[in-house]
C-alpha cells in the first residue's frame, strides 16, 4: 500500500515567490495533518482538516499561509509570498479517526524540504 | 498547557550498549496518548508506539521498551543491545482533549533526542 505521498521533495525559491506543497494521504483515511519541522521550534502542528474540513488552524503562522483540501485524496500548503524564515521541512500525515482514539496513529510523509532564499 | 521535554538533545553510545531516552510530560487532561516516533536520516516520521494514559504496564518490542510512570509524568523509551541501525532522533509526543478538535493526531513533540550509536 501507497503511505503519504508528498511533492516535491526538495523546493528552493525566492523571497516573494509563492510555494504550493502537496499531499496525498492514505486511501481511507479521514484526517489530514501539516507539521513544520525547525530547528529552532521542533515539530509543531500547522493545521488539520477531518472529512477534508478543516477543524484547527491555530497553527497557521500568519495570512501568508493557506491549506486545502478539496477532496479526500488531495491536500494542499501554500505559502504567498514565502520568506526564508519559512524555510523548514514540511511533513503531511493522515490517519483513520473515528472519533474514539482506539486506533488512531499518524502515518507521515516523508516531508517536503523547503529552502526560501 | 501542554508540554514535553526530552532532556537528552544527544546521546552517543556504542554498539550493544543500552540506551534510554527520557520524556517528562505535562498536561491537565486525565485521558492523554503518549506516543515514540522515529526520525532516520532519510527524514520520515516512523510510528513506534501509541500508550493511553490508563495503561501503566510497561511494553516491550524487541530490543525497544516503555516504562510509563504517570506519578512523575515520564514515558521513557529504552533500546537493549543498540546497533548502529538505530541512530536517529526520536521524539516522544503527547495527544490529548485538552488540544482540542476532534482528533487524538494533534500531537505536541518533544524536541526530540539524537541518538548515535558507533560500531
Known amino acids: 500500500d501507497a503511505g503519504v505521498i508528498q511533492s516535491p521533495r526538495h523546493e528552493v525559491t525566492e523571497m516573494g515567490q509563492e510555494v504550493t506543497l502537496r499531499c496525498k494521504p492514505i486511501s481511507g483515511h479521514n484526517s489530514l495533518f501539516w507539521y513544520r519541522q525547525t530547528m529552532m521550534r521542533g515539530l509543531e502542528l500547522l493545521i488539520y482538516?477531518?472529512?477534508?474540513?478543516?477543524?484547527?488552524d491555530s497553527g497557521m503562522p500568519e495570512d501568508r499561509f493557506s491549506a486545502k483540501m478539496p477532496n479526500a485524496s488531495f491536500s494542499t500548503l501554500k505559502i504567498q509570498p514565502s520568506e526564508p524564515r519559512d524555510s523548514a521541512v514540511y511533513f503531511c500525515?493522515?490517519?483513520?479517526?473515528?472519533?474514539?482514539?482506539?486506533?488512531?496513529?499518524?502515518?507521515f510523509g516523508s516531508g517536503t524540504q523547503l529552502s526560501v532564499l | 498547557a501542554q508540554k514535553v521535554t526530552q532532556a537528552q538533545t544527544e546521546i552517543s553510545v556504542v554498539e550493544k550498549e543500552d540506551v534510554t531516552l527520557d520524556c517528562v510530560y505535562e498536561?491537565?487532561?486525565?485521558?492523554?496518548?503518549l506516543f515514540w516516533y522515529k526520525q532516520p536520516p532519510s527524514g520520515e516520521l516512523v510510528f513506534l508506539i501509541r500508550r493511553n494514559s490508563f495503561d501503566e504496564q510497561n511494553e516491550i518490542s524487541g530490543r525497544y521498551s516503555w516504562n510509563f510512570q504517570k506519578s512523575t509524568s515520564s514515558f521513557n523509551f529504552t533500546i537493549t543491545a543498540s546497533q548502529v541501525v538505530d541512530s536517529a532522533v526520536y521524539f516522544c509526543?503527547?495527544?490529548?482533549?485538552?488540544?482540542?478538535?476532534?482528533?487524538?493526531?494533534?500531537?505536541?513533540f518533544g524536541q526530540g533526542t539524537i541518538l548515535t550509536v558507533h560500531p
Open positions: 509526543a503527547l495527544s490529548s482533549p485538552h488540544a482540542g478538535g476532534t482528533s487524538y493526531g494533534k500531537l505536541t
Open positions: 498536561t491537565r487532561d486525565t485521558t492523554y496518548y
Open positions: 482538516f477531518n472529512n477534508n474540513v478543516p477543524i484547527d
Open positions: 500525515a493522515s490517519s483513520f479517526n473515528p472519533l474514539t482514539p482506539t486506533n488512531e496513529k499518524l502515518f
